[in-house]
């Protein structure tokens, strides 16, 4: 019958449906391996790109068994935790120091402790960052990217502009809040600003500034680590933030920057002050193409405490869990290519200067070691003649850092204990009468039940 | 519908009375004002500061071009920010989910309306049961089973199938496709059957036809809600070449300067407002019959 | 997206009875039929099946069955399961009892979320519900181009949230020289911190919200307008009512339908608010535009290293009760007030 037929072809054509909607397989090819791996942050600019590019023709022509595919990336909490969970992260991207230990004790980092310790460099890794890249069984799973200390940023076009020295920024948190009150009253623009997102990046720095005079959030390690968010230093820097916000009327009329809206608003010459990363010139350079002559860099003002010392990070880089033994071993090639070699080879080290001048990239911005001082002062000379940021713009924080203790983040639930000082920072900014007595103590307990669950 | 006629509130013989003539006159007046200044004002804003050089509109967001224009805005943010490729995923997911919701809808309206299989009351009350349920509840699950999907085994994660699957599951749409079809005369569908029509044939070539209107009602709001879906693609599309553009705003707000980013949200508003205007009636009916439904 | 549930309607006639005939007549064929071959062939074959047109029927119920039951009723009745459970997606799930429902009551930004999403819902109501309606009785009296009114209300409502989150975001710039505080400063107000403020943030966030979708209201109230019997009015009229009087004694009356739907729609769909905060604020300046929604989502996807969807699920049910016990008392109590 004429409807039994009809019948049959759309059972086929729902079959065929239900086919296409299963997705197809990733191809597997016998002789090259490919791996995916992080590139640059979505919207950068072309000529960045274009870097980026060569760096992996470069590679690809080194290992012609190994294919590379960029893949743009950009760490941010929850699209992370959904490309975990999917399973669709890159075969190498990059995680913060803070969160490769607990992605190693779960698992969901390939462990590649053979492959790092084969490396003709191993030995001369700095200690402090391979501790970073250890998981606490002892795995290596990381390589480190670049290690931060927290610096302070300052626009030196306003500085003068306000009757300031460019060459002598402020080494005292008075100091800071005086600069900034001069800034605001001589030339209308915020003198400090500070990161008050609800991205935990407002906990961030304002644990930079309480490591600065002295205080810390936690003590002890891991789940029975007890939270101290509630310390004398923590009120001072919220009374600091409070007398230039409402007193002084110094820090604008924004308060809910983010990372990215922070460098922005300073690319543009619209803000005095503020602390971040002392890499963020790279990013100056890659999203906003910031003017060299308006930046200064300069070391965080440590009080006079034998406890205060400066908030230090970094980037790792690790491999995906379940990556093939082949992948794994492409991958720590294309790691040792991209994120150490540049480090430890002279030869290397210049090649990549010189594709980064090629394309107007920033070499030479103050990073932390990753290796021994013997090795990166090496290195330094190697790049001296392409160096092509204001390095004497910088001068003030590569001589200041070395006499400044590195403090390494929170170590137990680092995110949650930013994130229940993000609503303490907000709410200093954005209302006059806060109690801040009171909500120091309720961030407290929020942070000391995330760090008991281990969340 | 009577879209001409105005309410009979005010009656002929008040009309006629100066002082309601004028006063009322005068109310409309108002509201007319009151409505392109507060409808239409922030969307000109919007076309006149995507044009504007940043700088003027930081410092001077209500004046008219002080300094010229900045045509470069628009083309830099369709290149360079590449709002191009952005509005074209936008495009294809608004594709994939109204021939998703299309089909779905008319499939199982025809089924539940025209057929009327012994088991079709079971489901059109499973239908009606769904409707009221809000829709945060399916989020957490419903994600999750696009993450580890239970017999397939690969994740939907940076596939359109991750949205386009989930959005033909609107029971809104099966209960008005199943609606207008009720309203369909039976003695045509009768006449096909004896005529030798079979199922197939009769949906294809009789009941298709005839519900035009309300393919176009339903098509225009799927579009319309697909352009303006935010938080499931912001969960599921992690990779930013896959994302839409109400996605993708937001996100590359830190990294664009104001005049550029301005342009970029013009563009995204363009297909949307078009639309609207050339489609006007049917919104409008779209909306009056989505309240007929709630009423 | 909940909307109102009105009945199916009838049935169409004609086919009721054509069923009632056919149903007999198979009766009465069955009983014959049986009766001759009772011990050699069941009544029902699958070819008599796909006869009767059952494997049609299927076929297209089948798209329907498979969105809806893999993408509805599946999700639906997992939330059911993982509000009880401990999942993160690495080992299999635990059962915890009421363990999550614990932990949302206790945590100290639950009472917050609601606190502030109930403030949103008021506000809400209050800016958003009269007007929308006084509007429509106006424009439900326009003589000349109505269309171009109706056109300027509803185009907010077509513009995606998104842009228009953003665009307002730029309006509430604190500076002077943000849009809304250059204009308020032409006649000597302000500047007003508008999002960077704890207290002006909500009220910001629903002035947005509520720009973006009267419109739709608007028009849904135009159309109920313009259904009114005119008899009423004139009625009314000859009864000697002035307008405000036909206003409140027909128009409101009329309309009651309507208007109580309206209510308890936007009342639903103002507690399942997220764009606004999470674009505008994310929950800030300091937890004050925290909603029940911008929880959940912090729950389930705020953390780096994985969410805990057993307290974001716990959330969505409790919410999930909370609305359906508030619309079965919404609806037993304004039973008596419909016109119908």
């Known amino acids: ?455 | ?295 | 997206m909940a909307g109102g549930g009105g009945g199916l309607g009838p049935p169409p006639p004609a086919t009721e009875a054509m069923n009632a005939n056919a149903i007999s007549e198979i009766e009465v064929e069955g009983a014959a039929v049986a009766a001759h071959q009772a011990y050699r062939r069941p009544r029902r074959t699958p070819l008599t099946w796909v006869r009767g047109g059952g494997l049609s029927n299927l076929l297209f119920l089948a798209p329907m069955l498979f969105a809806f039951g893999a993408f509805s009723w599946y999700p639906i009745v997992r939330t059911g399961i993982m509000a009880f459970q401990h999942t993160n997606l690495v080992q299999a799930p635990t059962w915890v009892g009421f363990a999550n429902f614990s932990a949302v009551w206790h945590d100290p930004q639950f009472p917050v979320a609601v606190k502030n999403t109930a403030y949103f819902a008021f506000l809400a109501l209050i800016f958003g519900y009269p007007i929308p309606l006084v509007a429509a009785v106006l424009m439900s009296e326009v003589r000349k181009r109505r269309g171009l009114y109706s056109a300027l209300a509803y185009l907010p409502v077509v513009i995606p949230p998104v842009v228009a989150v953003l665009l307002w975001k730029t309006f509430y710039d604190a500076d002077s020289t943000g849009v809304f505080n250059t204009i308020l400063g032409w006649v000597h107000l302000g500047p007003y911190p508008w999002l960077q403020s704890e207290s002006w943030a909500m009220p910001s966030l629903v002035l947005e919200s509520t720009w973006a979708n009267a419109g739709a209201t608007v028009i849904i109230y135009l159309a109920a307008l313009t259904g009114v019997n005119a008899d009423l009015y004139e009625a009314a009229s000859v009864d000697g009512a002035n307008l405000r009087q036909k206003v409140w004694h027909v128009t409101l009356p009329q309309l009651r339908g309507v208007l109580l739907v309206t209510l308890i729609l936007q009342l639903i769909g103002t507690a399942q608010v997220f764009l606004e905060p999470y674009l505008f604020t994310s929950g800030g300046p300091a937890n004050h535009t925290l909603t029940v929604l911008l929880l959940i989502y912090n729950y389930a996807f705020g953390n780096s290293l994985g969410g805990d969807y057993g307290k974001a699920t716990a959330l969505s049910l409790m919410l999930a009760a909370f609305l359906a016990v508030f619309s079965l008392i919404y609806l037993r109590a304004t039973r008596g007030w419909s016109t119908e």
């Open chain 2, 1 to 295: 519908m009577s879209e001409e006629r105005p309410a009979a509130l005010i009656s002929h013989a008040e009309w006629l009375r100066p002082s309601v003539r004028y006063g009322v006159g005068a109310a409309h007046v108002v509201l007319l004002v009151l409505l392109v200044v507060v409808g239409l004002g922030p969307l000109l804003w919007l076309a006149k500061s995507a044009i504007t050089p940043t700088n003027d509109t930081i410092t001077h967001p209500m004046g008219l071009f002080p300094n010229g224009f900045a045509w470069g805005n628009l083309s830099e943010a369709w290149n360079n920010v590449d709002v191009a490729r952005y509005f074209w995923n936008t495009v294809v997911i608004a594709i994939g989910s109204w021939a998703s919701q299309l089909f779905v809808a008319t499939t199982a309206g025809y089924a539940l309306s025209v057929l009327r299989p012994k088991y079709a009351k079971v489901i059109t009350g499973l239908l009606l049961t769904t409707l009221f349920v809000p829709g945060v509840v399916l989020l957490v699950p419903l994600y999750i089973e696009v993450v580890r999907p239970p017999i397939v085994h690969h994740t939907l994660i940076d596939t359109y199938w991750a949205i386009w699957l989930p959005a033909g599951a609107s029971a809104f749409n099966v209960v008005i496709m199943k609606r207008f079809f009720d309203n369909l005369p039976r003695e045509i569908f009768e006449a096909a059957r004896i005529d030798g029509a079979g199922p197939f044939m009769l949906f294809w070539k009789i009941v298709l036809p005839m519900s035009k209107p309300i393919l176009g009602v339903v098509s225009i709001f799927a579009v319309l809600a697909s352009w303006k879906d935010f938080l499931w693609p912001l969960l599921v599309l992690t990779d930013p070449s896959k994302q839409p553009l109400s996605v993708r705003l937001p996100s590359i707000e830190g990294q664009t300067e104001l005049g550029v980013f301005l342009a970029a949200m013009f563009i995204a508003c363009l297909v949307p407002v078009a639309g609207f205007l050339v489609f006007q009636r049917s919104f409008l009916r779209g909306s009056g019959l989505s309240g007929a439904i709630k009423g």
């Open chain 1, 1 to 455: 019958m004429k409807s039994i037929r009809t019948v049959t072809a759309a059972l086929v054509a729902v079959g065929l449906l239900a086919a296409c909607a299963t997705a197809a397989a990733v191809a597997s090819s016998t002789k090259t391996v490919t791996i995916s791996v992080a590139s640059l942050i979505p919207g950068s600019t072309q000529a960045a790109i274009n870097q980026f590019n060569a760096q992996v023709a470069e590679f690809e022509k080194a290992n012609p068994s190994i294919k590379v595919e960029p893949v743009q990336y950009q760490w941010t909490a929850p699209t992370f935790a959904a490309k975990l969970a999917a399973g669709t992260l890159p075969t190498v991207f990059e995680v913060p120091f803070t969160d490769a230990r607990s992605l190693g004790d779960a698992g969901q980092v390939a462990d590649i402790t053979s492959l790092v310790k084969a490396l003709p460099y191993y030995s001369k890794f700095n200690k402090a960052v391979l501790a970073e890249a250890t998981d606490s069984k002892g795995q290596i799973i990381a390589l480190p990217k670049g290690a931060y200390a927290q610096a302070l940023h300052y626009n030196r076009q306003l500085f003068q502009q306000a009757g300031l020295n460019p060459n002598k920024p402020p080494t005292t948190w008075a100091q800071v809040e005086a600069d900034a009150l001069a800034i605001h009253q001589k030339t209308g623009k915020p003198g400090y600003v500070e990161m008050a997102k609800d991205d935990n990046t407002a906990g961030w720095i304002l644990t930079t500034l309480v490591y600065s005079l002295g205080g810390r959030m936690e003590t002890g390690r891991g789940t029975s680590a007890k939270a101290t968010l509630d310390n004398p230093q923590t009120v001072s820097a919220l009374n600091l933030l409070k007398h230039m916000r409402w007193t002084d009327n110094s820090m604008g009329s924004n308060f809910d920057y983010g990372w990215s809206d922070i460098n922005q608003a300073f690319a543009a010459g619209q803000v005095g002050m503020y602390v971040s990363g002392s890499d963020v010139y790279t990013n100056l350079v890659q999203a906003y193409n910031v003017n060299p002559s308006i930046y200064g860099l300069a070391p965080i003002p440590l009080a006079k405490n034998k406890n205060a010392g400066v908030l230090g990070g970094g980037t790792l880089a690790v491999v995906k869990p379940n990556a093939s033994a082949a992948q794994k071993v492409a991958a720590v090639k294309w790691m040792d290519f991209f994120y150490e070699e540049p480090l430890v080879s002279k030869a290397q080290a210049i090649r990549n200067a010189k594709t980064l001048a090629a394309n107007k990239q920033p070499i030479g911005v103050p990073a932390l070691p990753l290796f021994d001082k013997a090795q990166s002062q090496l290195a330094n000379t190697w790049i001296q003649p392409y160096i092509n940021v204001p390095i004497s713009q910088m001068k003030p924080f590569l001589n200041g850092i070395y006499n400044e203790n590195v403090i390494p983040e929170p170590e137990a639930s680092t995110q949650s204990v930013y994130h229940a000082l993000d609503a303490v920072v907000e709410s200093v900014l954005t209302n006059k009468n806060t109690d801040i007595q009171s909500m120091l103590q309720q961030a407290n307990s929020e942070a000391q039940q995330a760090i008991s669950s281990g969340s």
